[in-house]
């Protein structure tokens, strides 16, 4: 976490670093590294830390569920989901979402596509007498295939430009 608050288009040493961080805390935004730590540098190393923490609960939860140290998202149809939903966004130009900047456009894509994924298996997977692991592995087996030859067919029909 430190290397990521040093390293960036400025260099800052550990002493402007803490100068950085105490300055930030205390309010006075005047000092440029308080400025670089504060509003640029801390938001986004603590950002990535919350990130990885939730993709280790998400991976460690995915593996208790299927009762696998090998389970991965793409057994309950997670990656294809979000890669079918980013391929929509691209080769349809974006234009569902108006206002988001491309990459913005495309990472909600493929969120919306892999959250569209789990439902599907989730409700292929339930019963009137509950949801059933081996049930909800096929599913995600099944709408993998599926996300993925849907993905293929854009592929296939879009536009070379």
Same mark, same amino acid.
């Given at each position: 976490?430190l290397?990521?608050?040093?390293c960036?288009a !400025?260099s800052?040493?550990?002493?402007?670093?803490?100068?950085g961080?105490?300055? %930030?805390f205390a309010?006075?935004?005047? $000092?440029?590294?308080?400025? +670089?730590i504060g509003? =640029?540098?801390?938001?986004?190393?603590l950002? *990535?830390?919350l990130?990885?923490?939730?993709?280790?609960m %998400?991976?460690?939860?995915?593996?208790g569920l299927f009762?696998?140290p090998?389970?991965?998202?793409s057994l309950?149809g997670? &990656?294809a989901?979000?890669s079918l939903g980013? *391929?929509?966004? +691209?080769v349809?130009?974006?234009?569902?979402l108006q206002?988001y900047s491309?990459?913005s456009?495309? /990472?909600v894509?493929a969120f919306?596509?892999?959250a569209?994924?789990?439902v599907? !298996?989730?409700r292929l997977? &339930? %019963? /009137?007498?509950?949801t059933?692991v *081996? &049930?909800?592995?096929? *599913?995600? =087996?099944a =709408? &993998?295939a599926?996300?993925?030859?849907?993905? %293929?067919?854009? $592929?296939f029909r879009?536009?070379?430009?």
């Amino acid at each position: 976490m430190l290397l990521g608050l040093a390293c960036g288009a !400025v260099s800052l040493g550990p002493a402007e670093i803490v100068a950085g961080l105490q300055a %930030s805390f205390a309010g006075d935004a005047a $000092e440029q590294s308080a400025l +670089i730590i504060g509003q =640029i540098r801390l938001p986004r190393v603590l950002l *990535a830390a919350l990130m990885g923490a939730i993709l280790g609960m %998400s991976g460690a939860a995915t593996q208790g569920l299927f009762r696998n140290p090998l389970a991965d998202p793409s057994l309950i149809g997670v &990656t294809a989901g979000a890669s079918l939903g980013a *391929a929509l966004v +691209i080769v349809l130009g974006g234009g569902l979402l108006q206002g988001y900047s491309a990459l913005s456009a495309v /990472s909600v894509g493929a969120f919306a596509g892999g959250a569209l994924a789990v439902v599907f !298996v989730y409700r292929l997977a &339930t %019963s /009137s007498s509950g949801t059933s692991v *081996a &049930t909800m592995l096929l *599913a995600g =087996i099944a =709408i &993998t295939a599926l996300a993925g030859a849907l993905g %293929s067919l854009l $592929e296939f029909r879009a536009d070379n430009d």
